[in-house]
């Protein structure tokens, strides 16, 4: 067997990536539903060291990374990544897919999962179209929404989805270049709810795992944000 026809037969790899200030069941729900939807065989979180899109995280990177750990533990097909965490500069999401490819080889199918406020948002991104050309787009939606329907999305990106978009896993079987649009269970839960629900010495508990919460607990995490 050569190593082209082995890469042909590995089983495509999720990459989802964000701040994870804290990590909660939001997070943890879209990308176990993502692994099912997509038949992925392992979903590699990758928290933002220095996020060059938004302002920095008022928790530091170190902090961020040990609650995903906590979080994905127990979970086979879940795996943190520190890459952009230990990046000195900022980390660009089209760096991190070109060095997952150098890595898993060129016919491994990697899919992005994004919820739909950063895939509207995608324009804005460095080097955006180069995205394409490493991965798979998953976008994360909810029934009934009508943000990311062809119609009511701004050029560029409106030109993009009508190229790319698949009418279901089956026909986006390449490494890269679809974008895939997927329901997803509602849970409206965010990060920014629960630092001030912390804030203000609130509890916490059911939004998101008991491990994270006590992480966040024992340092004190939020408590003066």
């Known amino acids: 067997m050569t190593g082209t026809f082995a890469d042909k037969a590995a089983p495509p790899i999720g990459v989802f990536g964000g701040t994870f200030d804290p990590i909660h069941f939001g997070h943890l729900r879209l990308a176990e539903e993502m692994a099912d939807a997509l038949g992925l065989e392992r979903i590699l979180f990758i928290p933002a060291g220095q996020p060059p899109h938004r302002a920095a995280p008022g928790t530091a990177a170190a902090h961020r990374l040990a609650m995903v750990r906590r979080a994905l533990a127990g979970n086979p097909r879940f795996e943190a990544d520190a890459?952009?965490?230990?990046?000195?500069?900022?980390?660009?999401?089209?760096?991190?897919?070109?060095?997952?490819?150098?890595?898993?080889?060129?016919?491994?199918?990697?899919?992005?999962?994004?919820?739909?406020?950063?895939?509207?948002?995608?324009?804005?991104?460095h080097d955006w179209r180069k995205l394409f050309e490493l991965a798979n787009i998953a976008v994360a939606t909810r029934a009934g929404a009508q943000a990311v329907q062809l119609g009511a999305i701004m050029e560029p990106l409106k030109d993009e989805m009508?190229?790319?978009?698949?009418?279901?896993?089956?026909?986006?079987?390449?490494?890269?270049?679809?974008i895939l649009l997927r329901e997803m269970t509602p849970l409206d839960i965010s990060a920014t709810a629960i630092r001030d629900l912390l804030a203000r010495h609130g509890s916490a508990r059911y939004l998101l795992p008991d491990a994270v919460l006590d992480y966040i607990h024992e340092l004190h995490l939020y408590s003066s944000q």
């Not at 990046?87 to 080889?105: I, K, N």
């Not at 009508?162 to 679809?178: E, F, I, N």
């Open 83 to 125: 890459r952009e965490v230990a990046r000195p500069q900022p980390s660009y999401t089209v760096d991190t897919l070109a060095a997952l490819r150098a890595e898993l080889g060129a016919a491994r199918p990697l899919w992005l999962l994004l919820g739909a406020d950063a895939f509207l948002g995608l324009p804005g991104w």
């Open 162 to 178: 009508s190229q790319r978009v698949a009418a279901d896993v089956r026909s986006a079987s390449a490494p890269a270049g679809s």
